[in-house]
């Protein structure tokens, strides 16, 4: 089976948490992100990348603590898709450095291509057993298969897991099309990975998702870090 490489999203201005790093979210004393590496190094993931946007001053130190490789936007305020872009490009560099180009052609020389695993970075209950789960399910997917969600009670989840072969045609589409676009105009490539664990659909976006996950974890405390931890 190829290897997979994995890049964290974490560019988002968390708008409706008051504009917070989400990521840096402390359960314990201990960061989402840092869970979260911890998770996919577990599963035996290497090399993990992220993404960052804006709240550099505070992920950045985060992110270099955790060994990440660093990929950061140039502009202060920034989408899904250009987060998703970035990650792509710099998916398929790392490819070419290794000698493996980015043809979406079967060859012997892209059999080891790694693939990629596209994680949001406010996963809180995501852990190292449920990426091995999404991981053992890749590798046993039926021929043809190129990209990989999981799907609970109907809803898509993440991480989403897409071939080398998926990530060269998705760089390949217009500037302002994303993974969405390829996965709406490719069903048949699609792999759902049916399962009950909620962690794959459970993020943190609103204060309703905070309470929750206060309550969740409760007597943990859950707390932002300097300087966000102001109302």
Same mark, same amino acid.
């Given at each position: 089976p190829a290897p997979v490489a994995a890049t964290i999203?974490?560019?988002?201005?968390?708008?409706?948490?008051?504009?917070?790093?989400?990521?840096?979210?402390?359960?314990?004393?201990r960061s989402l992100?840092?869970?979260?590496? +911890?998770?996919? #190094? /577990?599963?035996?993931?290497?090399?993990? !990348?992220i993404v960052l946007g804006p709240y550099t001053e505070t992920l950045l130190p985060l992110a270099q603590r955790c060994g990440l490789q660093v990929l950061a936007h140039d502009r202060p305020e920034t989408g899904l898709i250009d987060s998703q872009r970035l990650a792509i490009q710099a998916?398929?560099?790392?490819?070419?450095a290794l000698g493996q180009g980015r043809s979406t052609a079967p060859a012997p020389a892209q059999a080891q291509a790694p693939d990629l695993l596209l994680v949001l970075a406010d996963l809180p209950w995501l852990q190292? +057993?449920?990426? #091995? /789960?999404?991981?053992?399910?890749?590798? !046993?997917r039926a021929a043809g298969i190129e990209a990989q969600m999981p799907l609970v009670a109907g809803v898509r989840g993440h991480p989403v897991l897409l071939s080398w072969q998926a990530v060269g045609q998705i760089n390949a589409l217009a500037q302002d099309a994303g993974i969405?676009?390829?996965?709406?105009?490719?069903?048949?490539?699609?792999?759902?990975?049916?399962?009950q664990q909620r962690a794959y659909i459970t993020d943190l976006d609103t204060p309703a998702d905070l309470a929750a996950?206060?309550?969740?974890?409760?007597p943990e405390p859950v707390r932002?870090?300097?300087p966000w931890d102001q109302p």
């Open positions: 999203l974490a560019a988002g201005l968390g708008r409706r948490l008051g504009g917070r790093p989400k990521a840096a979210l402390q359960i314990g004393g992100l840092e869970r979260l590496v +911890d998770a996919l #190094r /577990a599963a035996g993931i290497e090399p993990i !990348r998916h398929l560099a790392q490819g070419q190292a +057993d449920h990426v #091995r /789960a999404l991981l053992e399910h890749w590798q !046993r969405r676009d390829w996965l709406k105009d490719h069903p048949g490539l699609i792999g759902p990975f049916i399962s996950l206060e309550q969740a974890v409760w932002w870090p300097a």
